[in-house]
């Protein structure tokens, strides 16, 4: 058999020569290639006179020319109907059609902002793009600043609300004038942007779970430490009008992901966020200087009366914004002569008032929270101020987890009864009141390579309910690492009931010359719960927060710690309302690191911790001092029900 060979490159030609279409010059034969009528109209208008709600779509002038893409939803035959207004930078027209549906119920359902309470009460529905996002016209800074140093144009959040507010009442004929703002997280920040100099016919806002202070206790950092897995949300949100990029992501433990990039700033290089405007301005302030001071909305309101009615929604399990609602009320609370001002605190994740409240986890509260919230506080606080209906919700309503229980007050906390010592001994038992004892110390050794998780491993992104209820899984895994310093009460014979904010005073020292300093209170179930077997033993989270050691002297410059020095670090734990039940014990655990929501400590000095390179993280032995002169974490005690107490003993 004779074989005859061809060079490769001839046998491609060849079948480039078969494979290649003829070119065509000019324009096709119309004659030849006949148009086939589209079925599909140039602009097709949908009937929706059916519907029973009016829907339209509008573009309103703000005062420098830019417009803004606005949704209203008005009920059919409305007539001198209230309007609940909405700022979103999450797209109007996904929250106003999550459902096709010719009801507006339906068509509102995914709207974070309580459509029960909307479509049974009548009011006109508006929600509207913020500048620069989605439909809207204009740049995009995120929550952006005041008029003022950190903002030089003349516009803002508060003169952008002002003038839809003013554009809303005079162009939809069915409203009766009145305007009511609200929102949660992003969407709760805008109510407390337009209180600031408000337009005349906004009578009320709810801002719930709102954005307040980015460096403080929300988004971006608690006490200095940074939640890179907010890198994310920043990239997504801040790379295009409409989110357009997705962050893209190859492992299936974020554990593992951060772990490999080192530090926050080397994962955000990698994902080209150096062209992102607000990431620059995160990386650049790691401190609380006049960056992070002068946008804090709680100092901005401080400062101003209350003049429109305001709801602050906090939630007291609230994985994104824990520390912005309590802030604001504390700031506003002294300026509010006029009675204007209330609270609402509930035993939630970030905005679960507007969906089932009945549990956050494993917890079970015995009721709809939630809906107790929406029907009982938020619907005559509206109907009050857009319908002059008679009777107000108390100044504050506040769940009382641990007797599941609601109770109102004319502040907050509701009642105050004094502090209450946790002194954590050497022998790891943690002493519930009383003088303190001889000095001593536990030890523990901080490894950067293999930091404390967060939340059980596999560790996912913040979404989900792995996300929202990660605050109330429980903290068994975390009490029996050698990392972790933990201390445990004798059962307890007698509830104790804590209401506010507690307060750290940890006394430590480190080998290396940063550290991170995370402590955590914890209600600790019976071995057995018979309501609830799988609450046996449960480690229930009550207040954790974390603290970087650097800010110790103050939060407006870094400073390296002395090695092996003793030192305190004082800080508050984020606030609590609930009720240590007889037969339960009270645990802290004291670590330092909570990976990977926040970003290593590299546990040597470096002058900005999101550039740490690879051989500045190190081992650290850390001493948590015990007895006279060392830590103590002080409660804030609030008073018990007796009655609640007893018969919730054991209970879950």
Excluded: C
């Amino acid at each position: 058999m004779i074989r005859t060979r061809f060079p490769l490159r001839t046998l491609a030609a060849a079948l480039l020569s078969v494979l290649v279409l003829p070119a065509f010059a000019g324009a096709p034969d119309k004659a030849k290639y006949p148009a086939f009528p589209s079925e599909t109209p140039a602009d097709f208008k949908p009937v929706t006179t059916w519907f029973d709600y009016d829907k339209r779509d509008v573009m309103i002038p703000m005062r420098d020319g830019v417009k803004l893409h606005t949704v209203i939803l008005v009920p059919k035959g409305a007539k001198n109907a209230g309007i609940l207004f909405t700022r979103t930078p999450y797209d109007a027209d996904d929250m106003t059609s999550a459902v096709e549906s010719g009801h507006l119920a339906v068509a509102v359902s995914h709207d974070d902002d309580a459509s029960d309470v909307l479509v049974e009460d009548g009011y006109i529905r508006v929600v509207q793009d913020i500048r620069g996002k989605y439909g809207s016209e204009g740049d995009y800074v995120m929550n952006r600043p005041l008029h003022g140093p950190l903002n030089p144009t003349p516009v803002d959040d508060s003169t952008d609300a002002y003038d839809t507010i003013d554009w809303l009442v005079h162009h939809v004929p069915e409203s009766n004038g009145r305007v009511a703002i609200l929102g949660i997280s992003y969407d709760g920040f805008e109510p407390l942007m337009a209180i600031v100099h408000p337009h005349p016919a906004l009578k009320a806002a709810v801002p719930m779970n709102p954005m307040v202070d980015g460096w403080m206790g929300d988004d971006w950092f608690h006490h200095g430490a940074f939640r890179q897995q907010n890198l994310q949300y920043i990239y997504e949100q801040t790379a295009s009008r409409k989110n357009r990029y997705k962050w893209a992501n190859n492992h299936a433990d974020d554990y593992q992901f951060f772990l490999e990039g080192v530090s926050a700033g080397a994962v955000a290089k990698r994902y080209g966020m150096e062209q992102l405007g607000f990431w620059n301005k995160v990386a650049a302030h790691p401190a609380y200087d006049a960056f992070w001071s002068e946008q804090a909305v709680d100092k901005i309101l401080g400062r101003e009366p209350v003049s429109v009615p305001t709801m602050l929604v906090a939630s007291l399990w609230d994985q994104e914004d824990i520390y912005g609602a309590f802030a604001v009320y504390k700031a506003m609370a002294p300026h509010d002569d006029a009675h204007r001002l209330f609270l609402v605190a509930g035993p939630w994740f970030h905005g679960q008032e507007v969906g089932d409240g009945s549990s956050l986890g494993a917890v079970r509260f015995g009721s709809d929270t939630g809906l107790y919230f929406r029907q009982h506080v938020l619907r005559p606080f509206l109907a009050h101020y857009l319908k002059d209906r008679p009777g107000l919700p108390a100044p504050v309503n506040a769940f009382v987890t641990g007797e599941n229980r609601w109770e109102t007050g004319n502040g907050w906390p509701t009642s105050a009864q004094g502090t209450l010592d946790l002194r954590p001994q050497p022998d790891h038992s943690l002493q519930v009141g009383g003088e303190a004892q001889a000095a001593g110390s536990v030890a523990y050794v901080s490894d950067p390579q293999h930091p404390v998780p967060y939340r059980p491993r596999p560790v996912g992104p913040m979404s989900g309910k792995g996300w929202q209820h990660w605050l109330t899984s429980d903290q068994r895994e975390a009490s029996t690492r050698p990392d972790v310093a933990t201390f445990t009460s004798p059962v307890l014979t007698e509830a104790v009931r804590i209401s506010g904010a507690p307060r750290v005073h940890l006394v430590a020292s480190t080998s290396g010359t940063d550290a991170d300093w995370v402590v955590k209170l914890i209600d600790v179930y019976p071995d057995q719960v018979a309501a609830q077997p799988e609450m046996g033993g449960y480690q229930l989270g009550i207040s954790m927060d974390i603290f970087r050691g650097r800010y110790r002297e103050g939060f407006t410059q870094a400073k390296a710690l002395a090695a092996n020095a003793t030192l305190p670090y004082d800080f508050s734990l984020p606030n609590a309302n609930h009720v240590f039940l007889p037969g339960h014990r009270i645990m802290v655990q004291v670590q330092s690191s909570w990976f990977p929501l926040y970003d290593r400590n590299p546990q040597t000095f470096v002058p900005n911790i999101f550039f740490a390179q690879p051989s500045d993280y190190v081992t650290a032995e850390q001493h948590v001092i015990t007895g006279q002169g060392g830590t103590v974490i002080a409660l804030p005690l609030g008073k018990a029900d007796a009655d609640a107490a007893s018969a919730g003993a054991g209970a879950p």
